[in-house]
């Protein structure tokens, strides 16, 4: 896997800890020879991803501060990049945000704030995102968002996450029609549960790992390692004929009823 991506230029979105979906991507693109330029929100975060890019010898092209939630916010960031880097040949969306009290319980009792904050972060912005990437991205690209399960079928817990991920999902599908004509392939990986920041505290994470364990075809939890090397399968000319897809790297969890 040496050179599936070398010399193109990504942005990752959603470093937070090691533990980071998003950082397990830096890894799998990092050591395929893309060039990486990183976008966090959180002052922690920078710092975090900062110790470990030097941790891991990882030289980033750039490290710019984006929130989702601002247009502006978003406009000058890709600007930043713009004027830094030039040209884009990848975006790796892995952000996502809910209210605590409303990943439990019953999903009934979603406030419209909550509802609307949970689309804003975790489905919008990746709208938001692409128009603004593909400004960027003039020899075409590609674009991956993290999906979950819940979006397909209702899970324990994941209520307003669930339907935001189904707008994720369905996003995916629009963008990669309007994308396509540019040369831009949009598409998602949908992961089984991964212990990260987001996952921590979240009512009923543990008992979902364990069904994994029991249930799954291939009988174990996936790593952040494997998402990675899926979403750098996206990323390269392997996957040049794939987009508005839903890949599942959840060791099979998806087939079982
Ligand atoms: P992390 O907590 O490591 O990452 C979540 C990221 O979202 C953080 O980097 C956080 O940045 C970022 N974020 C939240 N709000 C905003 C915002 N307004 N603007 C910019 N960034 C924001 O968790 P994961 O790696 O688990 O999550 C990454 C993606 O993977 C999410 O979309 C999640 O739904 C998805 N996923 C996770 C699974 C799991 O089991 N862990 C399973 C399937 C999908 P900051 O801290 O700086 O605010
Ligand atoms: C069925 C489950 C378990 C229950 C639901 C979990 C949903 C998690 C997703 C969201 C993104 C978690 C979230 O927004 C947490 C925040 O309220 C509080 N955390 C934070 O603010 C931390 C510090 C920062 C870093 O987090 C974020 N997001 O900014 C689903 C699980 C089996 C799988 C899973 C965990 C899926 C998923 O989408 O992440």
Redesign the pocket.
Known sequence: MGHLVEGKNIVI?????E????WGITSSLHKAGANLIFT???E??YKKLTKLLEKHDIEAQLVVS????SDESITSAFNTIKDEIGTIHGVVH????ANRDELQGEYADTSRDGFLLAQE??AYSLVAVTKAAKELMTEGGSIVT???LGAERVIQNYNVMGVAKASLEASVRYLAEDMGKYGIRVNAV?????R????KGVSGFNEKMGVIEEKAPLRKNVDQDQVGDATLFFMSELSRGITGEVLHVDSGYHIIG
């Open positions: 979105m959603g470093v937070a800890s533990r980071s979906i998003a966090y929100r959180q922690r975060s984006c929130d989702v939630a892995s952000v996502a945000f972060i975790s993290q999906t979950y949908s992961a089984g549960p991964i990260t920041l987001s996952a």
